[in-house]
């Protein structure tokens, strides 16, 4: 699944993954996000980079147990990044 929202001036791309069982491989165990930052204006992000990526985010202890939990904990990423690391509005 892929979400889009707009923070302040950057768009964050959000697309999960199904991770299944390494011991049964059509079984799902949950999902990982990662997160694309961009600006909306096309600009650099920072330095010359257009884009941020925050690799493969995964809960706790594994993979997140639904989808939705996936989204919010990318979501939750996605604001701290902007607001703390770019020092953008959320």
């Known amino acids: 699944m892929q979400k ?16 299944c069982d390494p011991a049964d491989a059509e079984s799902v165990v949950g999902f990982n996000v990662r997160v694309i930052v961009t600006r909306l204006d096309r600009q650099p992000v920072h330095g010359s980079m257009l884009t941020e990526d925050s690799g493969e985010l995964t809960g706790g202890h594994g ?9 919010a904990h990318g979501e939750a990423w996605g604001r701290h990044f902007v607001s703390r690391i770019l020092g953008g509005a959320v």
């Open 4 to 19: 889009d929202i707009e923070v302040g001036d950057y768009l964050l791309a959000m697309n999960t993954e199904e991770k």
């Open 63 to 71: 993979p997140f147990p639904t989808v939705a939990d996936a989204i």
